[in-house]
């Protein structure tokens, strides 16, 4: 089994996709309601600004002793956050239980226990990696003219090819030799 994880702010949930190794199109395996929220919409870009990040991570870090029941740790920063230059962009972001956050994504102790669950099993079948992408609503040519006025119009734009890619082929789209999707 492999896996793929898309959240959306607007919505306030995580979406569990799966498909078997390698092969073919992802299919909706779960979705589970985000239980607290913080922040508003946009992008991460400081310590302590209470933002959930915008963008494609990786989980890095499995946690079975998290203060928030269990949790997955997510690569933020990455490379394209840190590229935005800013002193001290945080960190410690993770999917976990309970129901409250100052950036993070909770989704609850029962739900956290069934992904974290999923994803193990996807590690010990060999998913090295397991993407999450994190988008502030859904990205496609209607949601973005109607907010073609917020300052993080043009940030949107580009996370936007990645979300209609998987929209219209249910598979990631190919990366390059750094790791960065693709997107023609």
């Known amino acids: 089994m492999e896996l793929y994880l898309r959240a959306f702010k607007i919505g306030q949930r995580v979406e569990v996709w799966a498909r078997n190794r390698g092969q073919g199109r992802y299919q909706l395996l779960r979705r589970y ?41 997510l690569d933020y920063p990455n490379a394209f956050d840190r590229a935005r ?12 239980g309970s129901n409250v956050t100052i950036g993070c994504l909770p989704i609850t102790d029962t739900c956290i226990e069934e992904l974290y669950v999923l994803a193990v099993e996807a590690r010990a079948a060999g998913q090295a990696d397991i993407p999450v992408h994190i988008f502030p609503f859904e990205l496609n040519a209607t949601d973005l003219e109607a907010r073609w006025h917020s300052p993080h119009h043009a940030f949107w734009q580009t996370l936007a090819p990645v979300y209609r890619y998987f929209e219209q082929h249910h598979t990631l789209p190919p990366t390059d030799a750094a790791g960065a999707y693709v997107v023609r």
């Open 85 to 96: 230059g800013e002193q001290d962009p945080g960190g410690d972001i993770f999917i976990h």
């Open 33 to 73: 309601a985000i239980a607290a929220t913080s922040g508003k919409l946009g992008p991460k870009l400081r310590s302590g600004d209470g933002q959930v990040p915008e963008g494609c991570y990786r989980i890095d870090r499995y946690n079975p002793n998290s203060l928030y029941h269990l949790s997955l740790g």
